[in-house]
Structure formats: structure tokens, C-alpha cells
């Protein structure tokens, strides 16, 4: 049985996840209109991967016989300057993701819920590829050149993700 105060932690990440999912759906769009498809492709992809994130916490609550409950989602913003300013973007709310992730086995550990944080792992692994990705694409995009233009060669690489 889950513990009351990991139940509500991790039901506070389930919604967190939804809102990656969410924002990078909203970044999929603002590249929608950039026209900018290969990059469209992938924070599409990415928001599904988001909304997997979110239904292993859901199922995982479940599963320990506690209730998730969903809360309200927040909406993302709709508008960049550019696919540098996403990317940035990207990479800090990652970095902000790890952070809840760590707080998380750091509840894990204080309420000694060994099953959780064993799940927990999956995602602390999970976080370094997310970081590594984005802060890899925020690299590739600055040494093109922030520059509309010179994106589509970048866009089309990028849009192979599958
Ligand atoms: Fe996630
Ligand atoms: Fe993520």
C-alpha cells in the first residue's frame, strides 16, 4: 500500500509529465507554423514520450493500490523567437524535470518506499538522456546559426527521429 505523502508526490508527477507532454505539443505547433516540419516531428514524438512518462507514474500508483488523481493541466506558452529559444527552453525544463525526480527518491528514501524508488530509477536514467538530447540539439542549432535559413538542413536531420 502507498503511503499518503508518496501517493500525493507522485500524483503532483503524473500532472507534471502531462504538462511536458503538453508544452512540447505546443512546441510541435509553434514549429508547425515556422515550417519547420522535421522539428515539428520530433517535439510531436517527444510529447508522446512525455504522456508515456506520465501514464508509468499513473499505473504505477495503481498498481500499489493507491488513487491517482488527475489534476488540472497548465497551459504552455504558444510563441518563440526562434528554435534556439525552444531549444533553451527544452533543456531548462529538463533540468527542472531531474530536480523533481531527485526530490522524489529523496522522498522515496525518507519514507523508506523501496518499490518506489526502485521505479524511480527508470527515471533518474531516463533524465540524463533527456538533458544529454536537448543540450546536444541546443548545440547543433548555435553552431548553425540561430538563423531561419539555416535551419532546414538541421530540421530535415532532425525529422528522422522515429
Ligand atoms: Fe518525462
Ligand atoms: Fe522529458
Do not use: C
Not at 508518496?6 to 507534471?16: D, F, G, K, S, T
Amino acid at each position: 500500500m502507498l503511503g499518503k505523502t508518496v501517493e500525493e508526490a507522485l500524483n503532483r508527477q503524473i500532472n507534471r509529465e502531462l504538462y511536458s507532454a503538453y508544452l512540447y505539443l505546443a512546441m510541435s505547433a509553434y514549429f508547425e507554423t515556422a515550417n519547420l516540419k522535421g522539428f515539428a516531428k520530433w517535439m510531436r514524438i517527444q510529447a508522446k514520450e512525455e504522456q508515456s512518462h506520465a501514464f508509468k507514474f499513473y499505473d504505477y500508483v495503481i498498481a500499489r493500490g493507491g488513487k491517482a488523481s488527475l489534476l488540472p493541466i497548465e497551459a504552455p506558452r504558444a510563441k518563440w523567437a526562434s528554435a534556439g529559444k525552444v531549444f533553451e527552453d527544452v533543456y531548462a525544463h529538463e533540468q527542472k524535470v531531474t530536480g523533481m525526480i531527485n526530490a522524489l527518491v529523496d522522498l522515496a528514501i525518507k519514507e523508506k518506499d523501496h518499490a518506489t524508488f526502485e521505479v524511480l530509477q527508470w527515471f533518474v536514467k531516463e533524465q540524463v538522456e533527456e538533458e544529454e538530447h536537448a543540450s546536444e540539439i541546443l548545440g547543433k542549432i548555435k553552431s548553425i546559426g540561430d538563423v531561419p535559413g539555416h535551419l532546414f538542413y538541421l530540421d530535415h536531420e532532425i525529422g528522422k527521429r522515429e
